[in-house]
């Protein structure tokens, strides 16, 4: 190889062939009482990978995504972060949640908190890190997403898509391995959804494993290197974005394409 590695995507994307899946689920079942939401769900991610999850409403997206941190848990099957099975035991637990970040579609910022006391909070009582240093952390991603000038500010301040680059710095600072995201463009107005995605452009450019549900399909053609499908709690297809959407196999696909595109 003669050309020098320079980016982080770069290095990211070297690593991708040798490096353990960042995620996996294995036969992954769950059921909320007598529904059954996740069936058979394998999927593995490999680190640095993009994944978009799409599908209709209820098709199990948003449970599948919290069951990886385990917000919520799964009955049958397995799921490995990092190599770390989800279990019961609190330690891994506690592992799992440090080195995954989540943005949801409704921001979740404390209210009562600056900006910069929201994205500190976790750093400092989580990570025991001093409080300037958890301070500089902070700015330095909030100079990323670009909000740096609204640090003092309280969250009902600002806007919703300012809000939601909040929501992504914050989970930036607990320097996570992996991101999730569920949904987050779709409680902004339509002017606010392209300054988040354009965060999240960013991020992707960083090499950082991501799995973002998202109806954003140019988004998804953008940055994926895997589209998922779900349909009533199973993985229906998947693909590069191109091709799943120019060519989707089933029915159920195309019926979903029909009415988003
Ligand atoms: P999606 O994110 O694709 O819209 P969800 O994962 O939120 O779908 O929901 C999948 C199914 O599980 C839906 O039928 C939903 O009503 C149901 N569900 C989600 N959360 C709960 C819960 N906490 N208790 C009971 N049913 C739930
Ligand atoms: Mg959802």
């Not at 941190?69 to 190599?83: A, M, P, S, W, Y």
């Amino acid at each position: 190889m003669s050309e020098t590695i320079e980016t982080e995507a770069q290095i990211a994307s070297a690593m991708r062939t040798d490096a353990p899946p960042a995620i996996v689920l294995e036969g992954v079942n769950k059921w909320f009482g007598a529904l059954h939401v996740l069936r058979d769900v394998n999927l593995s991610v490999a680190t640095g990978e993009r994944v978009v999850v799409c599908g209709p409403s209820g098709s199990g997206k948003s449970t599948l995504i919290r069951c990886i941190n385990r917000l919520e848990t799964h009955q049958e099957g397995k799921i490995l972060v990092d190599g770390i099975e989800l279990s019961d035991d609190l330690r891994s637990l506690d592992a799992i949640r440090r080195e995954v970040g989540m943005v949801f579609q409704s921001f979740n910022l404390f209210p009562h908190l600056t900006i910069l006391e929201n994205c500190t909070l976790a750093p400092i009582w989580v990570r025991r890190m001093p409080k300037k240093e958890a301070e500089e952390l902070a700015m330095e991603y909030l100079t990323r997403v670009r909000i740096p000038e609204q640090a003092k500010k309280y969250p009902g301040q600002l806007s919703g898509g300012q809000q939601q680059r909040v929501a992504i710095a914050r989970a930036l600072c607990m320097k996570p391995k992996i991101m999730l995201f569920d949904e987050p463009t779709s409680a902004l107005d339509p002017e606010m959804i392209k300054e988040v995605l354009d965060t999240m452009v960013m991020l992707a450019s960083t090499g950082m494993t991501m799995i973002c549900v998202t109806h954003e399909m140019g988004f998804a053609r953008q940055v994926a290197d895997r589209v998922v499908f779900m349909d009533r709690g199973e993985i229906v297809e998947s693909g590069e974005p191109e091709s799943l959407f120019s060519d989707p196999k089933t029915d159920r696909l195309k019926l979903f394409l029909s009415q988003i595109l």
